[in-house]
């Protein structure tokens, strides 16, 4: 399943790596989330204790932020400031970008805006998975880790990673395919785990209402002839 790229083996996989861990360009239907504060964040790195409630050192600011979609032309309305194009900006485009436009009602604005929705997709001997990228960094064996790792029933040195139309082999079985292969994963991308084949006990599954049939009626011979 899934033949990979002529060309797109671990070695090579260097250049896609640092494609990779550039910033995500915000996509149709991509789900962001906003967090928005005035003068260059005062609230979010508050160094007088006094005028915030909560501990900053614990706070999340994106918690309880509202969602906000990109739709199929690249659009996403926002509160004041409504209808804008953020398609193919990187987060960090996007922020400077809105933080130009929230400074026609704030003075200093500081804009937070995450992708809420990455995810890679995992198939084969890992099950069928959807695991959420939590940060623009994350390396395939920690998507693999958060998908309970690899057991027994996979292939460690046959690993497919589907992007786009490129399909790029790992092998994970050593301490050099690790190195070379543990690339940084974007998001939408597919990786397939190819399960250890087991030839005897997958015949006898996938044949296995055949094969009852058959001793049933080896059954009714033997019967019949020592009832003779």
Do not use: W
């Not at 926002?78 to 193919?88: A, F, S, V, Y």
């Not at 009602?105 to 890992?126: E, I």
């Not at 057991?151 to 490129?166: D, L, Q």
């Amino acid at each position: 399943m899934f033949k990979s790229t002529d060309g797109h083996l671990p070695e090579r996989l260097k250049q896609e790596t640092a494609v990779a861990e550039s910033d995500y360009k915000i996509r149709r239907n991509d789900q962001l989330s906003l967090t928005l504060f005035s003068n260059e964040g005062e609230k979010l790195i508050d160094p007088n204790p006094e005028l915030t409630t909560t501990n900053p050192t614990t706070e999340n600011p994106t918690s309880n932020a509202p969602v906000y979609v990109v739709d199929i032309a690249g659009v996403v309305r926002l509160p004041m400031i409504g209808e804008i194009n953020l398609e193919n900006l990187t987060l960090r485009q996007a922020e400077e970008v809105l933080q130009k436009e929230y400074a026609r009602f704030f003075k200093g604005p500081y804009v937070h805006l995450t992708c809420v929705n990455k995810r890679v997709v995992l198939l084969g001997a890992v099950g069928g998975q959807v695991v959420p990228l939590e940060n623009d960094n994350m390396k395939l064996l920690e998507v693999l880790a958060l998908a309970k790792g690899l057991t027994n029933e996979a292939k460690a040195g046959n690993i497919k990673i589907v992007r786009g139309e490129h399909v790029f082999e790992v092998d994970l079985s050593t301490i050099q395919g690790v190195k070379n292969g543990n690339m940084t994963i974007e998001a939408g991308d597919v990786v397939y785990v190819e399960p250890v084949r087991r030839p005897f006990s997958e015949g006898l599954r996938d044949n296995g209402g055949l094969l009852s049939i058959l001793v049933s009626l080896a059954t009714l011979v033997v019967v019949i002839y020592n009832a003779r």
